[in-house]
């Protein structure tokens, strides 16, 4: 195991991680976006206003991407079983 194989295995693992994210945190983003611009036009400077609606707006994007996220993972996880017998004989 060199330094190549560590640093290709930490980059694929942090693009799989964020890939992962995304959905969750583009929506969190655009939901708080969006709430802020309301508050913001009719002066309700609520700051617990936002909470729910991202929750809601969260679960739905799990909903609608759980499937491509744990099949995913689940392709990640076996790449990274496959490679072991190559990073043990080298």
Known sequence: M???SVVAI???MLTVTGELAAPMLLTA???GLAISLIQSITSIQEATLSFVPKMAAVALAIVLTGHWMISTLINFTNQMYALIPQLLSS
Do not use: F, P, R, S
């Open 10 to 12: 930490a980059v694929k």
């Open 2 to 4: 060199n330094d190549t």
């Open 29 to 31: 983003l655009a939901v």
